[in-house]
């Protein structure tokens, strides 16, 4: 695993902007990075992070069905109590997922360890599925690299393919997409799986969040009135179960993507019940909750709320004391605790691999840079190859 300096394609930004990357830069500060990519060898992708991907997107899965069987585990997952039953249907009438994206730390050898999932709400899904391809295909037209590079990067195919399964399987024609307003990033993901769907045949409309409505005969709705039957939404269960609109979804008869069980998988609760199913796990990294704390025999510890979004709210701890910290609105329903592993460090830059699923299979890779140790919203997104 390298990092190597290359030129930037000339004009890259005017490229980007007519491909609709409106996001490359936010708030003055580079999101996409070709000034360097980072090279992998083929054993490594399939051995090293595509495999364990596999296998622990299988290790979660087993977390969700013990504990929508459980009561206690459902409490101590933070799932309000009014949902317990819309989860565990949800699992139990097999709904079906779209994508998630396991976070790794990876240093180029030895086995990747899992940091968290991101099954509900993950983004980077353009970048990684398109834009970096492109990048990949004008930087071997160009004579910078190899012909004989490649890319771990079946996303796109596979979402289409993925979307063609529900078209067919539910006889799916048509469906909604969407996210909150005034999130460029989230607009541009849900745009990209909107063209995914549209090349899979299925007509489809977008609403923001805050623009959905409720019927009197208990349907969400769009801004036409039209009733809302199959929604993607870049919005997080966590937040759809605490706010007013909640207690409407059973009756909304509405098939979600993605499902009710997600908000099992995308919780932080899922680090300790996957020590405690599969302990010493090589891709696991021993975590706990608060209350087992003390079963802890490492010194140096990630606090991370059980809700969190891009990388908010982290502690690192060192012997009891906080090294480094990111700020943010989460933690009110407590907190799990990660042994830490220090993301390999290339140059100045902490660098983090998200390795993506649609459905079971594994389907590519991000990687993402940071000069802190904390991988946040504004990390930077450098392309890979496979030489």
């Known amino acids: 695993m390298l990092r190597i300096a290359c030129d930037p394609r000339p004009g890259w930004q005017q490229l980007a902007d007519k491909y609709g990357f ?6 003055g500060e580079p999101y996409w990075d070709e000034s360097a990519y980072y090279q992998f060898s083929l054993k490594q992708i399939e051995e090293d992070i595509e495999e364990p991907t596999e296998e622990l997107h299988q290790m979660c899965l087993e977390v969700v069905d013990r504990v929508v069987r459980d009561e206690a585990l459902l409490k101590q997952f933070s799932i309000p109590e009014a949902y317990w039953s819309q989860v565990a249907d949800s699992w139990h009438h097999k709904e079906p997922s779209l994508y998630s994206r396991l976070d790794l730390v990876y240093p180029g050898q030895g086995p990747a360890k899992l940091l ?11 970048e ?11 930087m071997v037209d160009s004579g910078q690299i190899s012909k004989s590079a490649d890319q771990f990067n079946s996303l796109q195919e596979k979402l289409v393919n993925r979307f063609r399964f529900f078209k067919h399987q539910y006889n799916l024609n048509r469906m909604h997409f ?4 005034d999130t460029e990033e989230d607009r541009g993901t849900v745009q990209y799986l909107q063209d995914c769907a549209a090349e899979a045949e299925i007509d489809n409309d977008f609403v923001f969040i805050e623009e959905i409505g409720l019927s009197e005969t208990g349907y969400f709705t769009d801004t036409e009135d039209k009733v809302i039957q199959t929604l993607f939404k870049l919005y997080p269960w966590e ?4 706010e007013e609109f909640g207690e409407a979804i059973e009756g909304a008869d509405i098939n979600w993507l993605e499902p009710m069980w997600k908000s099992i998988v995308s919780n932080k609760a899922l680090l300790p019940m996957l020590w405690k199913i599969f302990p010493n796990h090589p891709n696991l990294l021993p975590s706990y909750f608060e209350a087992d704390l003390h079963l802890a025999e490492e010194t140096e510890l990630v606090k991370k709320p059980i809700f969190s979004r891009e990388g908010a709210n982290i502690s690192i701890i060192k012997q009891g004391d906080t090294i480094s ?7 009110e329903e407590g907190f799990i605790y990660q042994a830490f592993q220090s993301l390999p ?6 660098t983090l691999i998200g390795s993506w699923l649609v459905d079971d299979q594994a389907a590519g890779i991000s990687v993402r840079e940071d000069k802190s140790l904390i991988t946040q919203d504004m990390s930077r997104y450098i392309p890979h190859i496979i030489l």
């Not at 910290?325 to 933690?331: N, R």
């Not at 460090?345 to 902490?350: R, V, Y």
């Open 22 to 27: 409106k996001f490359h830069t936010m708030y």
């Open 116 to 126: 968290e999932n991101n099954a509900d709400t993950p983004t980077s899904l353009y």
């Open 128 to 138: 990684t599925g398109f834009w970096q391809w492109i990048w990949l295909q004008d």
């Open 178 to 181: 969407a996210c909150c307003e």
């Open 239 to 242: 937040f759809m179960q605490r």
């Open 325 to 331: 910290e990111s700020e943010g609105p989460y933690g």
């Open 345 to 350: 460090k290339f140059g100045d830059n902490f």
